[in-house]
């Protein structure tokens, strides 16, 4: 069982630089991949990045490509995003998530975070 918590959410103008973290309790949190993921009001939740067990591997959505950086401290058990140049169109709910492979699709994520507003005014 992995429980996760998001933090870090906020009011950003267009341009600017916020960052995410998700702490993840438990002593097994090397054995997951971490993903966080958004969701806008009235659209699906999207793939964002992921990263592997080690953080030697890292996977974005195109959308955030060159702008956002996934990392992972495993001595702290916490997952970090890093977002930059961030556009209105960034703005939502994003969630970090716990998954047994490197994947893209929220549905094979085990465990999610409640969440945690993001929104860039223009």
């Known amino acids: 069982q992995v429980q996760l918590i998001e933090s870090g959410g906020g009011l950003v103008q267009a341009g600017g630089s916020l960052g995410l973290s998700c702490a993840a309790s438990?002593?097994?949190?090397?054995?997951?991949?971490m993903g966080w993921f958004r969701q806008a009001p009235g659209k699906e939740r999207e793939f964002v990045a992921a990263?592997?067990?080690?953080?030697?591997?890292?996977f974005y959505a195109d959308s955030v490509k060159g702008r956002f950086t996934i990392s992972r401290d495993n001595a702290k058990n916490t997952v970090y995003l890093q977002m930059n140049s961030l556009k209105p169109e960034d703005t939502a709910v994003y969630y970090c998530?716990?998954?047994?492979?490197?994947?893209?699709?929220?549905?094979?994520?085990?465990?999610w975070g409640q969440g945690t507003q993001v929104t860039v005014s223009s």
């Open positions: 438990g002593r097994t949190f090397r054995e997951y991949v």
């Open positions: 998530a716990a998954a047994t492979k490197l994947i893209r699709v929220a549905s094979s994520y085990d465990y």
């Open positions: 990263v592997s067990w080690s953080g030697g591997n890292t």
